[in-house]
């Protein structure tokens, strides 16, 4: 999702289930580790549960917000779009 995208650039935590292509921008390519809160399953009690994990100060490191940013530059900045759409 582009709001995920935009998110990931601004160094701004993202919690979203792991459905459709969110997948792909919410796990590192290298290790798989996960570059945000992943929420297991689309159901109202996962969903709360993942936003009460957050809002009660679950760690979440800056390397990962780093990681989330640079993976987001390197996918999806504008160079790279031109870039792959003139190539």
Excluded: C, W
């Amino acid at each position: 999702s582009l709001v995920t995208i935009a998110a990931q650039m601004l160094k701004i935590p993202v919690a979203a289930t792991s459905v459709g292509g969110l997948h792909e921008v919410m796990h590192s390519p290298v290790n798989r580790s996960p570059l945000g809160y992943i929420i297991p399953e689309p159901s109202v009690q996962a969903i709360a549960a993942t936003l009460e994990q957050a809002l009660n100060g679950f760690p979440f490191s800056h390397e990962v917000l780093d990681s989330a940013y640079r993976l987001a530059r390197n996918r999806f900045s504008i160079e790279r779009m031109v870039d792959r759409y003139v190539h």
